[in-house]
């Protein structure tokens, strides 16, 4: 089905048109999904990211931030946190192996933010910190403009990070902010 206000194809579910943010009553069409391949260990976080904002987040998208009166499609940040969690729960199945280190294990909507859940195994880190973690993953996730348009409508994206057989874990947020 297509959106009845700007002819955009929609996804079977969606409750918007990821397009013109225009609401959608009707019965919609399935969209597929893509797979990506391996990835060297180290720079397998930043590639996983990329993956799941292409795949996960991309598609729900509403409107353009700069319209006050349409942004979030009349969802409010924790709406449209949950939503695109929905969506992206249907559209997956946990857990999900994204390379020979990293697991994606649950993606799940806080208050105003949506959280990445992952389990790291295989991989040396002692050169890991959190804020390593946000340095190397900052320029990626800034440049991607699906995540930059989600950070625009005031959703904060988060990445948690367990390492598999020990205690250590991580975590890195990435707002608006951190992307001006």
Not at 20 to 27: D, F, M, N, S, W
Not at 89 to 109: G, H, R, Y
Not at 121 to 150: A, H
Request: include cysteine; hydrophobic fraction near 30%.
């Amino acid at each position: 089905m297509n959106c009845k206000k700007c002819d955009n194809k929609l996804e079977e579910g969606a409750k918007f048109c990821n397009k013109c943010g225009e609401k959608v009553i009707a019965e919609t069409t399935p969209v597929s999904t893509e797979k990506t391949g391996k990835k060297s260990t180290l720079s397998s976080v930043v590639s996983v990211i990329v993956f799941i904002l292409a795949i996960g987040v991309g598609r729900y998208l509403f409107t353009s931030p700069t319209n006050p009166s349409t942004q979030n499609g009349g969802y409010s940040t924790t709406e449209l946190a949950s939503e695109t969690v929905k969506q992206v729960k249907s559209s997956t199945t946990f857990p999900n192996k994204l390379d020979e280190a990293t697991t994606w294990v649950d993606i799940t909507a806080e208050q105003n933010a949506i959280r990445y859940h992952y389990v790291l195994s295989g991989i040396d880190t002692s050169s890991l910190s959190n804020e390593y973690l946000k340095s190397y993953l900052g320029k990626s996730i800034c440049e991607n403009k699906d995540t930059k348009n989600l950070l625009d409508r005031g959703l904060s994206m988060e990445y948690s990070y367990m390492v598999e057989n020990t205690t250590q874990s991580y975590f890195v947020s990435f707002t608006k902010a951190d992307c001006l």
